[in-house]
């Protein structure tokens, strides 16, 4: 539950409130017992240290790969790419065959 600041108009003492968001504000001062009550901004113990806060950390377009993803690019490298397709691959002729059909050549 957060902790909200609250300074009272008339006496001008600060105080503190633990109390839901859906809360109806207080109104009355805790010491004199009139107010109204001012709604103070403090300072939150909160504090971001370190990298990848802000924009500048995270947009870094040469980032190193991690270990995973060396591994995973290194396993499909090994893979022979023949092997691998052998079946899906449509018959083709081989380099040996003679590229010349038999009626296109004159007796001698």
Known sequence: MPIYEFRCQHCGK???????LADPL??????????????????TSFVLKGTG?????????????SKAEKKA???????DPVVAGADCVPDMPTAAADPTPET???PA
């Open 104 to 106: 296109s050549k004159k």
């Open 53 to 65: 806060w802000y924009e500048t950390d995270f947009k870094n377009p040469k980032k190193p790969a």
């Open 73 to 79: 690019s290194d396993a499909k490298a090994d893979v």
């Open 14 to 20: 600060e105080m503190d409130f633990w109390m839901k």
């Open 26 to 43: 207080p109104t009355v001062c805790k010491f004199c017992e009139q107010g109204p009550l001012t709604k103070l901004i403090s300072q």
